[in-house]
Nanobody, 126 residues
Framework: QVQVVESGGGLVQFGGSLRLSCEVSGPIFALKDIGWYHQAPGKERELVAR???????NYADSVKARFTISRDDDKNMAFLQMTSLKPEDTGVYYC????????????????????WGRGTSVTVSS
């Protein structure tokens, strides 16, 4: 059915940049709010950025002016541009998508799902 896959993580030096991608596949009708979450080692998952269907964005204070969230609804994708990376940005980044999709059975109905990917790992060396 609906799948969310993150990519773009890796090892980067302090002050470097990375661009994370989130691809949603399946019988998609629409993507509503999309969020990027960060889970540092040994800590809970936290929201770092969110973008609404209309393009409104909000960010955690810790990433404001450094991270930019965007989306491409034609491709069912979202992105997180990360700049001026710090060691505390290290962790796994997850994409969370509020999805509207078609059921696989007939008659087709419109369903909703709060979908998560498996995450992509980011390591920032000092």
């Amino acid at each position: 059915q609906v799948q969310v896959v993150e990519s773009g993580g890796g090892l980067v030096q302090f002050g470097g940049s990375l661009r994370l991608s989130c691809e949603v596949s399946g019988p998609i009708f629409a993507l509503k709010d999309i969020g990027w979450y960060h889970q540092a080692p040994g800590k809970e998952r936290e929201l770092v950025a969110r973008i609404t269907m209309g393009g409104d964005t909000n960010y955690a204070d810790s990433v404001k002016a450094r991270f930019t969230i965007s989306r491409d609804d034609d491709k069912n994708m979202a992105f997180l541009q990360m700049t001026s990376l710090k060691p505390e940005d290290t962790g796994v980044y997850y994409c969370n998508v509020d999805v509207r999709y078609y059921s696989s059975t007939y008659p087709r109905t419109l369903l909703a799902m709060d979908s998560w990917g498996r995450g992509t790992s980011v390591t920032v060396s000092s």
